[in-house]
């Protein structure tokens, strides 16, 4: 069974940081990519961030560029989130998300970051 | 960036009804375009992908269909199960983006 687990979130000022991790299970790890997806509260889905299979490609929504760093440890079948300069913007739950194409067919059950003074 | 705008925002139906929801996109997005469902404080669950390929467990009564710029899902007979909110998504190219969601309300 595909599991996909966060941790990390929680309540930082604004211009902190914070890095969330997602572990994998019930599956190859190391032959998806693999994404990062918000949803603010009360919002619509964002997409946040992907990074290939092996690492060598990523992308990054313009809104986090620059500040966010998505990363993976294959060995650990651990995915990462680095996020500094958080703004009160950055608030919401953050998933992470398998993708089939595109689009995605598994998601974690997401974690809450709040950035609030 | 590619928008993606969803109509209705709100849509109120009855069980039983057939009920649409368009998707449309600023450019041309071939057929890359999901559809996911989302009830409150639960994760989205991928329903249609490709246009119209139907998720595995995902029962006939939701369908889609379109290609290009404008994308549509249907459900041919809302069930009790079905009063939620609906998402397109296009995955044509990055950034992929959402539309901004339809609720799906008893009347």
């Known amino acids: 069974e595909v599991q996909l687990v966060e941790s990390g979130g929680g309540l930082v000022k604004p211009g902190g940081s914070l890095r969330l991790s997602c572990a994998a299970s019930g599956f190859t790890f190391s032959s998806y990519s693999m994404n990062w997806v918000r949803q603010a509260p009360g919002k619509g889905l964002e997409w946040v961030s992907s990074?290939?299979?092996?690492?060598?490609?990523?992308y990054y929504a313009d809104s986090v560029k620059g500040r966010f760093t998505i990363s993976r440890d294959n060995a650990k079948n651990s995915l990462y989130l680095q996020m500094n300069s958080l703004r009160a913007e950055d608030t919401a739950v953050y998933y992470c998300?398998?993708?089939?194409?595109?689009?995605?067919?598994?998601w974690g059950q997401g974690t809450l970051v709040t950035v609030s003074s | 960036d590619i928008q993606m705008t969803q109509s209705p925002s709100t849509l109120s139906a009855s069980v039983g009804d057939r009920v649409t929801i368009t998707c449309r996109a600023s450019q041309s997005i071939s057929y890359w375009l999901a559809w996911y469902q989302q009830k409150p404080g639960k994760v989205p669950k991928l329903l249609i992908y490709?246009?119209?390929s139907l998720e595995s467990g995902v029962p006939s009564r939701f369908s889609g269909s379109g290609s290009g710029t404008e994308f549509t899902l249907t459900i041919s007979s809302l069930q009790p199960d079905d009063f939620t909110t609906y998402f397109c998504q296009q995955y044509n190219s990055f950034p992929w983006t959402f539309g901004q969601g339809t609720k799906v309300e008893i009347k």
């Open positions: 998300a398998r993708p089939r194409g595109g689009c995605f067919d598994f």
């Open positions: 990074i290939t299979s092996s690492g060598a490609n990523i």
């Open positions: 490709k246009a119209s």
